[in-house]
């Protein structure tokens, strides 16, 4: 999809900070080509992956050997998840044993701003809005807090600081609005930290909201990723 991060703009991060919002901005692509459908682009998404993290000094085997597996079960998207996930979580354990908490901080950062501009720009649609696309997007209000207070934890890299920043002014067009959920109905998963729930749900979001979110996460990724 054209909405996607080009593979061919990996040689652009020449900067650890930009390989490294980089790396999570691919994985999130990655997701995304994997629920709809799997072939050579997902291939070559992993491999990319696996050239940025070389770029970030994080050991090949790490990405290899998941992308070997890939090779022999390309049938298969939720062992492709599985074994990306586990990816993820073991490059993230590894910067952190080596003490480069910043760099798995803003790699998770990217992440979430590509997964935010992914929903805002292939499944959000301002002319006819979805309820559960609107809703999804909403509570997003809860991963961004987490992701904030997470990133809190590196404020002596000033990239961090630097993207914190502008990740708080985007709070604020999610503290403009309200969800309620019905008691009982809501569950969260700690593991991927997402609320979900299963029953009826207040909010008080505006179109015009959406549409001011939307706009701020596109000029925010746009400076991620080029």
Known sequence: SSALNPV???DLY?????????????GADFGYLKIFGIGQEVINYMMTIRDMSNKLGIPDNLLTEPIKQVRSDIADPDTITTLMKKAYDDIESWLRESGRESTAGLMIMGGWVEAMYLATHLVYNPANPDPVVVQKIAEQKYTLTSLLSFLKNYYDDPVVVYYTKKLKYLKNYFDSF???FEKGDLEIDTVRQVLRS??????????ETLNKIRDYVE???????T
């Open 8 to 10: 061919s703009n990996k």
């Open 14 to 26: 020449l900067s650890n900070s930009k390989a490294a919002i980089n790396t999570g901005v691919y």
């Open 219 to 225: 000029k925010l990724r746009t400076e991620m990723v």
């Open 198 to 207: 299963s029953g009826s749900v207040k909010m008080t979001v505006t179109v």
């Open 178 to 180: 309200d969800i309620y």
